[in-house]
């Protein structure tokens, strides 16, 4: 039997469509901006046009880019993911936009959350902290690439965060939930040797859940009481 794969298709379809009407809004309001500007630049009622629209098409322009990246550019996160995990068995469930976390694995070696990230270039942990040495520039983070952030962080927020859903959906007695960072742009090189929390390109993926030894995780009645609890 194949892994067990759970989608939240209305909520991609939902955001996907905020990602594009927001970017399309953003663009019309910062160039009805600039006509202003240009027709209206002597008229005093307008004078302040041209820096609303500004504010206005910034604002809708970023949550266009933020929705965008992860619901409209392909390969979206999940299909990446779950293009990673083709094969595994029925004992490896893939519960996409359902949980506190956007991507969570249920396997014999636990509860994962998988942190997906889409940086390009190289990403690298030197020992203290993240650092993006090749990809990341001004004008990519202008055209929509994110910046790297703090994955450990945000990995183990995403981990503690899922334990408290956990423990609201089923119970207290879940296991400890563990964390992995993948980078699933196609043309970004992973060095995160020794990291804190597990980082890897999602090539590695596959063959990194292979090798985590097997740990306490959700028996099948809990993961019934979970489904059950998310509405499946």
């Known amino acids: 039997n194949q892994m067990r794969l759970i ?17 399309t809004g953003g663009l019309i309001v910062l160039l009805g901006g600039l006509a202003v500007s240009f027709f209206k630049q002597d ?33 979206r996160p999940d299909q990446a993911l779950e293009a990673a995990l083709k094969g595994f068995d029925d004992r490896y469930h893939l519960y996409h936009y359902r949980a506190s ?23 690298a942990w030197d ?20 910046s790297l952030g703090n994955p ?28 992995a960072v993948v980078f699933y742009n196609p043309n970004v090189t992973v060095n995160a040797k020794d ?7 999602v090539k590695q993926l596959k063959e990194h859940l292979r090798k985590l030894p097997k740990g306490p995780t959700l028996s099948p009645d809990q993961i019934a009481r979970l489904d059950e609890a998310l509405g499946l």
Request: include cysteine; charged fraction near 15%.
């Open 195 to 201: 990291a804190p929390i597990p980082a890897v390109h």
């Open 43 to 75: 008229d005093p009622q307008w004078q302040f046009v041209p820096f609303v629209t500004l504010v206005v098409g910034f604002i809708l322009s970023n949550v266009g880019i933020y929705y965008s990246n992860r619901y409209v550019r392909p390969p």
């Open 152 to 179: 450990n962080a945000e990995a183990a927020s995403e981990a503690e965060a899922l334990s408290r859903f956990l423990a609201k959906k089923i119970g207290p007695d879940v296991p400890p939930v563990q964390a």
């Open 101 to 123: 976390t956007p991507h969570m694995l249920i396997c014999p070696a636990g509860v994962c959350t998988l942190v997906a990230k889409f940086q390009s270039g190289e990403v």
């Open 7 to 23: 989608t939240n298709e209305p909520l991609i379809k939902r955001n996907a469509a905020i990602g594009k009407y927001s970017a």
């Open 127 to 146: 020992g203290k902290r993240w650092k993006q040495i090749k990809g990341g520039n001004f004008i990519r983070s202008f055209f929509g690439q994110e």
